[in-house]
């Protein structure tokens, strides 16, 4: 099995591998000053994605190994304890894409880059998957690989145009891919009725079904209850509740503070938070609408709960970049943006002990995970200058008047140089 998806896959480019990682070091740097110093430790390259990867090239390597019982158990295993990456990917959903990423970067890389594909090189990958499907007819995680498949597939077909602007095929295989994926589902939910990734999936779904507006409140609530913890579900709400997808800025707001209130016991006010986290960086409107009391005491309550480096990065490279730009569109939306972006002056202060380069160079880019990295590298290269560049700035009377500014695992350390 996948001898042709292998010959296939080999006439495309493969992934990058993560970087190694290199021992943590301490940066002592001068970006906008000439008198004082800024010290920060760095935290190892790579570290933040690494796990991410590994998950991944398990997934690949047991798909291209035909071991897919050994995949299923572990998926299974995963998702019902709720395992995630540092980033708060689920582990079930990374290894999912790794079994599935032969078929999809195959299809991805034809209909991009025009490579003369006929109809057996777009459907061998996804007819092989169908085949795996009916060997375990009866197996949740193994019927998800091959749904999620569908999806993506759907998405390149759909590529970035709007219907009515490509060619009508496109959009006749985008929609087949997507009914194909509704069709396994029901399945999947009788065999796995509490698994988060089966509830993702079916969030995934909307984006291929008509009316969806109508459900988009009720899965996502669902996929919530069930992994209460994981940010990365509220922040999907959020975004998909945005007029431009399924919802208005009424529902909005009005699903932000049930999730508040449904998630108080895990994230006090955060619920509230996740849900308007990405909604308001993607749309004037949203931020302007914002409770941004409420929106801050959840930062706050955020940081209580989960005080980690990886999380006090993510909320101070929000508050420091990503939430700035689009600023002087919408001066109401302006005076909601700055009062939050204030708030990287306390979660860089009292918080920020170590700095992770990669969350700020996703933090430029408003955390789309579609962006497409050609080097890794100077991904990292780039948010560790953006990084600097923010605190370096808020040191800055520090700093003009000839102090250093050390971080340290205790706290903020001062000293003339």
Same mark, same amino acid.
């Given at each position: 099995?996948?001898?042709?998806?292998?010959?296939?896959?080999?006439?495309?480019?493969? *992934?990058?591998?993560?970087?190694?990682?290199?021992?943590?070091?301490?940066?002592?740097?001068?970006?906008?000053?000439?008198?004082?110093?800024?010290?920060?430790?760095?935290?190892?390259?790579?570290?933040?994605?690494?796990?991410?990867?590994?998950?991944?090239?398990?997934?690949?390597?047991?798909?291209?190994?035909?071991?897919?019982?050994?995949? *299923?158990?572990?998926?299974?295993?995963?998702?019902?304890?709720?395992?995630?990456?540092?980033?708060?990917?689920?582990?079930?959903?990374?290894?999912?894409?790794?079994?599935?990423?032969?078929?999809?970067?195959?299809? &991805?890389?034809?209909?991009?880059?025009?490579?003369?594909?006929?109809?057996?090189?777009?459907? =061998?990958?996804?007819?092989?998957?169908?085949?795996?499907?009916?060997?375990?007819?009866?197996?949740?995680?193994?019927?998800?690989?091959?749904?999620?498949?569908?999806?993506?597939?759907?998405?390149?077909?759909?590529?970035?145009?709007?219907?009515?602007?490509?060619?009508?095929?496109?959009?006749?295989?985008?929609?087949?891919?997507?009914?194909?994926?509704?069709?396994?589902?029901?399945?999947?939910?009788?065999?796995?009725?509490?698994?988060?990734?089966?509830?993702?999936? &079916?969030?995934?779904?909307?984006?291929?079904?008509?009316?969806?507006?109508?459900?988009?409140?009720?899965?996502? &609530?669902?996929?919530?209850?069930?992994?209460?913890?994981?940010?990365?579900?509220?922040?999907?709400?959020? *975004?998909?509740?945005?007029?431009?997808?399924?919802?208005?800025?009424?529902?909005?707001?009005?699903?932000?503070?049930?999730?508040?209130?449904?998630?108080?016991?895990?994230?006090?006010?955060?619920?509230?938070?996740?849900?308007?986290?990405?909604?308001?960086?993607?749309?004037? &409107?949203?931020?302007?609408?914002?409770?941004?009391?409420?929106?801050?005491?959840?930062?706050?309550?955020?940081?209580?709960?989960?005080?980690?480096?990886?999380?006090?990065?993510?909320?101070?490279?929000? =508050?420091?970049?990503?939430?700035?730009?689009?600023?002087?569109?919408?001066?109401?939306?302006?005076?909601?943006?700055?009062?939050?972006?204030?708030?990287?002056?306390?979660?860089?202060?009292?918080?920020?002990?170590?700095?992770?380069?990669?969350?700020?160079?996703?933090?430029?880019?408003?955390?789309?995970?579609?962006?497409?990295?050609?080097?890794?590298?100077?991904?990292?290269?780039?948010?560790?200058?953006?990084?600097?560049?923010?605190?370096?700035?808020?040191?800055?009377?520090?700093?003009? *008047?000839?102090?250093?500014?050390?971080?340290?695992?205790?706290?903020?350390?001062?000293?003339?140089?």
């Amino acid at each position: 099995m996948f001898r042709s998806l292998r010959a296939l896959s080999a006439r495309i480019s493969g *992934s990058t591998p993560p970087a190694t990682p290199m021992a943590q070091t301490s940066v002592e740097v001068q970006p906008l000053y000439d008198t004082g110093q800024l010290n920060i430790p760095v935290a190892e390259p790579g570290s933040d994605e690494k796990v991410g990867h590994q998950m991944i090239a398990r997934g690949r390597h047991l798909a291209r190994q035909d071991l897919w019982t050994q995949l *299923s158990q572990e998926m299974l295993a995963a998702d019902q304890t709720r395992k995630t990456a540092p980033c708060g990917q689920p582990i079930a959903e990374l290894l999912a894409y790794g079994a599935r990423s032969d078929v999809v970067l195959a299809v &991805e890389h034809a209909l991009s880059e025009g490579v003369a594909f006929d109809d057996y090189d777009l459907l =061998c990958g996804i007819s092989e998957l169908e085949t795996e499907l009916q060997d375990h007819p009866d197996d949740p995680m193994i019927g998800l690989v091959v749904a999620l498949a569908h999806i993506d597939l759907a998405w390149a077909w759909r590529g970035t145009t709007r219907e009515g602007t490509s060619h009508p095929q496109h959009w006749s295989r985008c929609a087949a891919h997507f009914d194909r994926a509704a069709a396994l589902l029901p399945k999947c939910r009788a065999a796995a009725p509490d698994s988060p990734l089966v509830a993702a999936v &079916e969030c995934a779904l909307l984006a291929g079904q008509s009316r969806a507006q109508t459900r988009v409140a009720d899965k996502y &609530e669902r996929l919530i209850g069930l992994d209460p913890h994981n940010h990365r579900h509220m922040r999907a709400m959020g *975004s998909h509740l945005l007029p431009r997808w399924f919802g208005s800025y009424a529902e909005l707001e009005l699903q932000a503070l049930r999730t508040a209130a449904r998630t108080h016991d895990v994230w006090g006010a955060g619920g509230y938070t996740w849900v308007q986290f990405d909604a308001i960086a993607l749309d004037d &409107e949203a931020c302007a609408r914002v409770d941004v009391d409420y929106f801050i005491e959840g930062l706050h309550d955020i940081v209580k709960r989960r005080p980690d480096q990886q999380m006090i990065n993510l909320l101070a490279a929000y =508050c420091a970049i990503t939430l700035q730009q689009g600023a002087g569109q919408n001066e109401q939306a302006d005076q909601a943006r700055a009062q939050i972006c204030a708030a990287a002056d306390w979660l860089i202060r009292d918080h920020l002990t170590e700095l992770h380069p990669l969350i700020w160079a996703h933090a430029a880019d408003g955390f789309n995970n579609s962006v497409r990295i050609p080097s890794a590298e100077r991904f990292a290269a780039r948010g560790h200058r953006d990084a600097l560049r923010a605190i370096a700035d808020l040191f800055r009377d520090e700093l003009h *008047s000839g102090k250093s500014v050390t971080f340290t695992p205790s706290g903020l350390q001062f000293s003339r140089n």
